[in-house]
C-alpha cells in the first residue's frame, strides 16, 4: 500500500521544519515542502531545498507567485482602501489564501492525499489556510500539528530539532515569529510578548531607524490608472517592481513601522510589529487620488465598505461571495482613479503634499476664498433652511427643551 502524501506549506522556519519529521514520524507518510514565493527575498528561499530536504521531505516545489501576489491580490486590496483596526495594511492576511491556493494546486500535481501547515492553534493563519481549504479542496485532509503534538513552545521545537541534527537559523535568544513578502515583514513572540516594552533595535529589517533617517525629506510621486498603481516619479514598472522600488526609497526614511496590540479572530489580543514601507506610501498616495475623484458619498461609502472588507481578509474569507463581491464593487469605484500623487517622505513619516488628476471634481472657481463669478453665497441661506427643517418643525412644535443636546449638556445635581 502506498503511502500517504502530504503536502506542507514550508517556509523554511523553525515550525516547519519541525512539522516535517514530526509528520513522517507519526503518520509513516511522504512529505512534499510547497514554498510560495511572494517576494521574501533570496535570503530567506537561499538553500531551501537543501534545507526541506535536511528535514527529511521528499521534494521541495518553489512557486513563484510574486508578480500574482502584488497584482491580483495588494493592489485590489489598496484600492479598496482596507486596514484592519486602522494601521495594519495585512500584509500577512493577503498572502496566506494566494500561498494556500498554490498549495492545492501542488497537492493536485502530486496526486497528494493531505494538506498540512504549521500554524499554532493560536494564530489567525490556520483560519486563513484552512478556510482556502475548504472552498477549493473539501475532499483533501487538512492536519495541523501544532493542534495536536505534544511541544509547546518554540523551546520545544529547538530541543526537537536539536535531538535529530537538523538544522535551524532560530535560537533562544532571538525566538522573533516573522512573516515576509514584498509588502511587508511582521514581528512577534519573544520579548515583543510584554507589550509595555520598547521594541529592540534589532527587530527592524526594512526601515531605517527614523532619528538616523536623511535629513533632507524626498518627494515621491506615484501615477494611478483605474485606482491602481502604474508608475514611480514618472517611471512605468510592473507591479512588483512598484512595491520594491517604494520600499527601498520609503525604507531609507524609515516609514512604515507600526506597533499594535490587535484583536486576533480566536478572541485574544496579540502585540505585532509591522514594516510596510512602499505600502505605506501607496496608501497615502491613493488617498489622494480619492480626495479628487470620488464624490461624497461614494467616498464615505468607500470608508464603510474598507473596514468590512478588511475584517473579511484579516479572518481569512477571501474566498467568499462577500469578498469577491466587494472586490467588484471597489473596482467600479476606482474606475476614475486615475491621476497623481505626491508624497513625502521625512524621518519615519509619509504626508500627502499633492494630488491632480484629469477626473478631478475640484474646481478652484467654486472653492476659492477670492471674489468669484460662479457662486451666489446667497442661495446657502434656502439651502440651510431646508437642510435643518426637521428641527426647526420639532422645535415648533414641542419647544426646544426637548433637544437632546441642550439635556444632556446640564450637570447633573
Known sequence: MAKKKVVLAYSGGLDTSAVIPWLKEHMDCEVIAFVGDVGQGEEELAGIEEKAAASGASACRVVDLTREFVADYVFPTLLAGIQYEHDYLLGTSIARPLIAKAQVEVAREFDADALAH??????????????????????LEVIAPWRTWSMRSREDLLAYLAER??????????????????????????VLEDPAAPPPDDVWMMTADPSAAPDQARDVSVDFEAGLPVAVDGERLAPEVIVARLNTIA????????????????????????????????????????QCVLDRETQHWK????????????NGRWFTPLREALSVCAAKIGE????????????????????????????????????????????????????SLPERIAALKFGTEHVGSRASSRAPR
Not at 526614511?253 to 499594535?260: F, M
Not at 502585540?271 to 491613493?286: D, K, S, W
Open 251 to 290: 525604507g531609507e526614511h524609515g516609514v512604515g513601522r507600526i506597533d499594535i496590540l490587535e484583536n486576533r479572530l480566536v478572541g485574544m489580543k496579540s502585540r505585532g510589529l509591522y514594516e510596510t514601507p512602499g505600502g505605506t506610501v501607496l496608501a497615502e498616495a491613493i488617498k489622494g487620488i480619492e
Open 118 to 139: 504549521g500554524c499554532t492553534g493560536k494564530g489567525n493563519d490556520q483560519v486563513r489556510f484552512e478556510s482556502t481549504f475548504a472552498a477549493l479542496a473539501p475532499d
Open 336 to 387: 476614475r482613479m486615475t491621476g497623481t500623487a505626491v508624497v513625502r517622505l521625512y524621518k519615519g513619516r509619509a504626508c500627502l503634499v499633492g494630488r491632480s488628476s484629469p477626473f478631478s471634481l475640484y474646481e478652484e472657481s467654486y472653492a476659492t476664498f477670492a471674489e468669484d463669478e460662479v457662486y451666489n453665497q446667497q442661495h446657502a441661506e434656502g439651502f440651510i433652511r431646508l437642510l
Open 165 to 190: 541534527n537538523i538544522p535551524t537559523t532560530s535560537s533562544a535568544k532571538k525566538i522573533y515569529s516573522r512573516d515576509r513578502n514584498l509588502w511587508h515583514v511582521s514581528h512577534e513572540g519573544g
Open 303 to 314: 470608508q464603510q465598505m474598507a473596514v468590512t472588507f478588511a475584517e473579511l481578509v484579516y
